[in-house]
């Protein structure tokens, strides 16, 4: 918590950027202070495929999980990539909770 307000990182893939901006919306005026990517590769930001962003975002992004209460998941369809199943995994395994945009259809989330 930061004063009054719960901090939540937004995690999922960046092809659901549109997903995202409403997930994003909904917990702003829910109170909450939202962390989320700062790129969308999936979706029009094509300088995080440059030599070494990607690893950098993907390190970042753990660091804006530590900084968090909790994560929130945007898993559209049920759709969990690699790096976002890693940013679960590291939530996880540092005690973070973790909610998502849709109820994981299976154990392995695809």
Not at 44 to 52: A, I, K, L, M, T
């Given at each position: ?7 939540v ?5 960046t ?15 829910q109170?909450?202070i ?10 029009d930001?094509n300088e ?5 962003k ?8 753990k660091?804006?999980?530590d900084?968090a ?7 559209k ?6 790096s ?20 994981p259809?299976c154990?392995n989330g695809?």
């Amino acid at each position: 918590m930061v004063g009054n307000y719960e901090v939540v990182t937004l995690c999922g893939s960046t092809k659901f950027k549109n997903e995202f901006l409403k997930v994003q919306k909904i917990l702003t005026l829910q109170g909450k202070i939202v962390i989320s990517v700062g790129l969308f590769g999936h979706s029009d930001d094509n300088e995080v495929w440059d030599e070494g962003k990607k690893e950098m975002l993907d390190d970042m992004h753990k660091r804006k999980i530590d900084m968090a209460d909790y994560i929130f998941v945007i898993n559209k369809d049920n759709y969990i990539g690699e790096s976002t199943r890693s940013e679960i995994e590291y939530a996880e395994n540092t005690g973070k909770p973790v909610y998502y945009l849709e109820t994981p259809c299976c154990a392995n989330g695809e």
